[in-house]
């Protein structure tokens, strides 16, 4: 049993015909409903939910505040290496783009840490491209050792691992993974994945899975926003964490909804993401999975992410850099450009200023 | 339409059970039965009282229905072993309702117990129902074990208070596998077209029939309060307002962009 | 001989078989079940087998029940 199995289900589903007939008694009756059901997400999903988008961020906001609080976690990455193999077409990290590529010694590692522990933020997500050999598991579990000495919480970002090398690093002290599908659909996923194990689908797709068998302690998945028919890979995102929610019931999921930025490379997104096209996601996630988690990183420009605030958002990046060594004097080109350069300070100053309060640390593994 | 349920290898057409205990006599019986449609039957076992021999209940259920004895008196998963082999012996079928329970105030089950016997019981091949306290992490547990469904309390035993448990069986119905049945404290015919209502797949009353004025008249009530309800459950919610528009909009900031 | 019948110590005559025992105490067969020493006894063998000394004997029925 895999979640290939469920996206199985959907394959020959009519997505055209059923979102044209959505009819807005089907979105009332959807949001008079306390627990969502797969078909109702699809119908907050559809064209015909926009003018219900202000009922649903008020039972969105009205949701999160109850099981969240009015509490926002911040975390900030930390770029151990931009080494890739792969030749993803979106990625500033591609293997054929000509970038510095650095890796960071344990010295370095230890001043980036200093440099992000000193703005008081005390979880952390540390990430790579993907190269076994420049940056293998040794040199993470090292990097982690390293880390836990300044952050409760480490949080990877990296290429996808076996359920027994994630063992491995929650046995190290990882208790986070991140991971994006990138693109639910195959197809495409083939099609931008040029070269490089990246190309396999099917391991990355069950690998969220195996961190929860590995018992990570949360797991935050997600789609590249632009890559496809949004509505369908925010639909795919959400049945995604649903599964892992209903097998894994102690495994902590979130979802981010990562929107493609602008990045070295000549790849443009196919599929435009407006802004309201965002919120639309970010309330159907919210209503369908209640207890999910939701990322929103400095992908997103700081009007908007502030604005996105009160619709179900739980955690947010401060203070971030994409690039190698961003906090010390020489760093590389980043992964992708950042919109929100804010400071944690600033970050904290604005959250307080809108009722929130800064989380900064979360628990405390013993 | 065709809306069976299916248990244990069976397809039931009715999805209300009816215990037999309680009543003033066991003569009402086969009325209360055919009153109710029910097609599963409980009953228990008990030591023979020698000065005062009564009639064994098994005389009076219509042999078309599925018998489900109980191991009522068990108070740890051995006992409810030996009752359910007894009552296989005895030509009881292999249906078997765990029930074990240690508390004499209330009448809780045991639901550490009851998993352990479910477990062996299943192992010999019966169709084990077990009667639990709604803890999901328990259900969870008897599901892995193989029990055939999962019969949570609404409310003690004999209390007919309704469903008690409400939001714990709500729970359990969307995250198990296993059909739910609720069992216990179900008072009225309101209550159990409630638990069908919720998704329940079938509910089990006893106290309320057979203490209530006229058991086969509350019999027929309960069978028309089983369907509607389930068929309640089938044709889906109305559209509901629950909510109302605050004053401050959450949303206004993406007009204010021009709707970009 | 002394058995235990249902918990309680009683007399029986010796080399008694459980149908015999049953008809003594003026219980039809087909309205009981019959346990000898943890065992569930078949109807069939009632009449085959004895009861010793010593013998624990539960006597059920089926009664009603929730």
Known sequence: ?366 | MEDKLLIGGQELESRLFIGTGKFSSHEIIPKVIAASGSQVITMAIRRVNFFNEQDNVLNYIDKKCILLPNTSGARNAEEAVRIARIAREAGCGNWVKIEVITDNKYLLPDNYETIRATEILVKEGFVVLPYMSPDLMAAKRLEEVGAAAVMPLGAPIGTNRGLMTRELIRILIAESKLPVIVDAGIGRPSQAAEAMEMGAAAVLVNTAIATAQDPVQTARAFCLAVRAGRMAFLSGPGAVQEYAVASSPLTGFLHKQGGE | ?66
């Open chain 3, 1 to 66: 001989m002394q058995i235990r019948v249902n918990g309680n110590l009683e007399e029986a005559a010796p080399a008694l078989s459980i149908k015999e025992y049953l008809t003594e105490k003026g219980l039809r067969p087909e309205s009981v079940v019959v346990e000898l020493n943890g065992q569930v006894v078949k109807r069939e063998e009632w009449g085959k087998i004895l009861l010793k000394e010593n013998d624990e004997l539960e006597v059920l029925r089926f009664v009603g029940g929730g």
């Open chain 1, 1 to 366: 049993m895999s979640f290939a199995d469920k996206l199985l289900k959907y394959q020959d589903f009519p997505f055209a015909s059923y979102l044209a007939g959505v009819t807005g008694a089907d979105i009332e009756r959807t949001l008079a409903k306390e627990y969502l059901v797969e078909r109702d997400f699809l119908n907050l999903l559809s064209e015909q939910a926009v003018p219900y988008l202000e009922i649903m961020a008020q039972k969105a906001h009205q949701l999160t505040v109850q099981n969240f609080g009015r509490v926002i976690l911040l975390y900030t990455p930390l770029y151990l290496a931009n080494y890739c193999v792969n030749q993803c077409a979106y990625c500033g990290f591609n293997v054929t783009n000509k970038i510095t590529r650095k890796k960071l010694t344990l010295e370095e590692v230890e001043k980036e840490a200093l440099a992000i522990a000193q703005t008081g933020l005390r979880h952390i997500l540390i990430l790579t491209g993907e190269s076994r050999f420049q940056t293998p598991l040794s040199y993470i579990e090292t990097c982690v050792r390293v880390l836990k000495k300044y952050f409760d919480s480490i949080s990877i970002e990296i290429y996808p691992l076996t359920e027994e090398e994630y063992g491995q690093l929650t046995a190290a002290g990882v208790d986070g993974l991140t991971l994006y599908q990138e693109v639910y659909d195959p197809v495409t996923y083939d099609a931008i994945h040029l070269a490089g194990p990246k190309k396999d689908y099917r391991f990355r797709l069950d690998a969220p899975e195996r961190a929860c068998r590995a018992r990570m302690r949360a797991v935050n998945i997600g789609a590249l926003l632009g890559l496809q028919d949004w509505r369908k890979e925010a639909f795919f995102t959400g049945l995604h964490a649903a599964y892992l929610q209903d097998k894994y019931l102690d495994t902590e999921i979130s979802v981010s909804l990562p929107r493609l930025r602008p990045h070295v490379g000549n790849f443009a997104p196919c599929f435009v993401v407006s802004d309201r096209d965002l919120v639309q996601i970010l309330l159907a996630l919210r209503l369908f999975l209640p207890r999910a988690g939701i990322t929103i990183s400095t992908r997103e420009r700081a009007e908007f992410r502030d604005n996105l605030l009160p619709l179900g958002v739980t955690k947010m990046s401060a203070g971030s850099c994409t690039a190698v060594g961003g906090h010390l004097e020489e760093a590389t080109e980043g992964q992708f450009v950042i919109a929100d350069e804010r400071s944690v300070r600033e970050i904290h100053a604005m959250l307080v200023s809108r009722g929130y309060q800064p989380l900064y640390k979360d628990w405390h593994q013993l």
